[in-house]
């Protein structure tokens, strides 16, 4: 028994295992449970049980104790229980063993099925053993990415190609040499678009901070596996950034990605997005120059224009509506003004943009486009102290469109005068402005009888009332 494994999951998440064990078990947990268990880590948002019951027989019994069970309409082999009340795990998820044709069900034919090592261990609740038949535990401690079969586990599931690049910037392990190369010419012609889009969202959404992760990064987007994925950015290669003549569009479109991150939760756009933005940037660069580049370089032009050429891969990757009205909003207002005055963010705030994300990329994409050579320290400081300038205003422009007015008082300024009996004077609008900090850090405290309270208790806070 491995004491952490105890210890880092809820008290009653420990409480229900025990139940499932004694009701539809043995049951293992496999996947990133046992990854980060091993690895004194949270657990992760869904957490992965094996069982060797048929499923229906499973949601039998456990219907029949008071659980409620589901099965999702996109895996129907899997079921889930919810969790109500614990921050992680947010479901528990129940499979049978996956096997081959021909061999019998079994945790080791199981973990056969899965993509890495790391991934493919699977752990007896409660007091184990941890079954580990492709030594994960000796690539989790050297920090290692390597495929459960080779060849055979992209032939199974070419996704696992995207999911190995995945798994290594997301731990920032090192991938094996020979899985590497392998899964950088793998062919994802036949997977569904939704699983390449959420792949490609996890990767995105990285942080990306060490040197080695933005190598890895760059090299998968240069892969067969990347040009497959996204060809209309392998064209890049070709056309040369027309504000600086030593890269291509390509490369500033990479380095644009790669310089975002770090996004506070409290701005409109995340970091995944403002990501896909940029790539978009580089898609639609200068396209009136883009048939003469293309036929210098002895090349066809595309044909479509470069705003339905996003839009295009949008609904190939079958984005959201959402999503889709959102990074086509992002692009249309990308011609502004790099210092705008308070009425233009006002202006751009009010149709609904993405301030603080709409800058953040206007400056990325600005500062990639300078030869690396000449970004100079002061220079570099300068641009992201206007940055950072424009982001304060932003900020502020959009407090004072959130904070209420006093006409959002649930208590009118008659009624006021009422209560203080006094005459209409500057007090008067010190006590809305009071009253409206007040309901601004709450907006359950905006009704009369709140804000009556918060009268009175001003009221014998003056010296002059």
């Known amino acids: 028994m491995i004491p952490y494994f105890n210890s880092s999951l809820p008290k009653t998440l420990q409480t229900m295992l ?43 019994l456990l219907t029949e104790k008071g659980y409620s069970p589901g099965i999702a309409s996109s895996r129907h082999n899997v079921l889930f229980i919810p969790l109500k009340g614990c921050e992680k ?52 401690a050297n920090r290692k990415i390597r495929l459960v079969n080779g060849a055979a586990t992209l032939k199974d599931d070419p996704l696992r190609a995207l999911r190995f690049f995945r798994f290594s910037l997301q731990l920032s392990f090192k991938p094996d040499s020979v899985d590497l190369a392998r899964s950088s010419e793998t062919l994802v012609n036949d997977v569904i678009p939704e699983r ?40 890049l290669k070709v056309i040369i950034d027309s504000g600086n003549p030593k890269q291509t569009l390509w490369e500033r479109t990479i380095r644009t990605i790669l310089s975002l991150s770090s996004i506070p939760n409290k701005e409109e756009l995340s970091l995944l997005d403002l990501r896909w933005s940029a790539l978009f940037i580089g898609i639609s660069s200068t396209f009136g120059e ?15 224009e470069s705003p339905v050429c996003c839009k295009q891969i ?57 030869p690396i050579d000449e970004l100079t320290p002061d220079s570099h400081r300068i641009a992201e102290e206007n940055l950072q300038d424009i982001l304060s205003s932003c900020q502020a422009i959009r407090k004072a469109k959130q904070r209420p007015r006093t006409n959002d008082l649930a208590i009118s300024g008659g009624d006021i005068l009422n209560l203080v009996r006094k005459p209409p004077g500057p007090w008067l609008g010190e006590l809305q402005n009071t009253l409206l900090d007040y309901i601004e850090k709450d907006s359950s405290r905006n009704n009369t009888e709140t804000l009556e309270k918060k009268i009175y208790e001003w009221i014998l806070e003056q010296e002059t009332i």
């Open 89 to 140: 795990p947010k479901t528990v998820e129940i499979s049978t063993f996956r096997h081959r044709q021909g061999q019998p069900p079994s945790v080791e034919e199981d973990l056969l099925q899965r993509d890495i090592t790391i991934n493919a261990m699977a752990y007896l609740w409660p007091n184990g053993p941890i079954t580990d038949p492709f030594k994960g535990q000796e690539d989790l």
């Open 196 to 235: 390449l889009r959420a792949e490609l969202d996890r990767v995105f959404s990285f942080p990306l901070r060490t040197e080695s992760d933005r190598k890895l990064f760059r090299y998968m987007l240069n892969t067969t596996l990347g040009v497959n994925l996204l060809p209309e950015l392998d064209q």
């Open 290 to 304: 883009r048939e003469q580049l293309f036929s210098s370089a002895g090349l066809k032009a595309p044909h479509e």
């Open 18 to 60: 025990d139940d499932l064990h004694h009701l539809i078990g043995p049951i293992y947990l496999v996947g990133g449970a046992v990854r980060n268990g091993l690895q004194n880590k949270p657990p992760t948002n869904d957490l992965n049980i094996l069982v060797a019951r048929p499923l229906y027989e499973c949601q039998q």
């Open 314 to 370: 949008l609904e190939k990757f079958c984005f959201s509506k959402r999503r889709q009205r959102r990074i086509s909003n992002l692009l249309f207002h990308l011609n502004l003004d790099s210092t705008p005055s308070d009425r233009v963010l006002k202006r751009l705030l009010n149709d609904s943009i993405p301030l603080e994300g709409l800058y953040r990329l206007h400056y990325a994409w600005s500062q990639a486009g300078i």
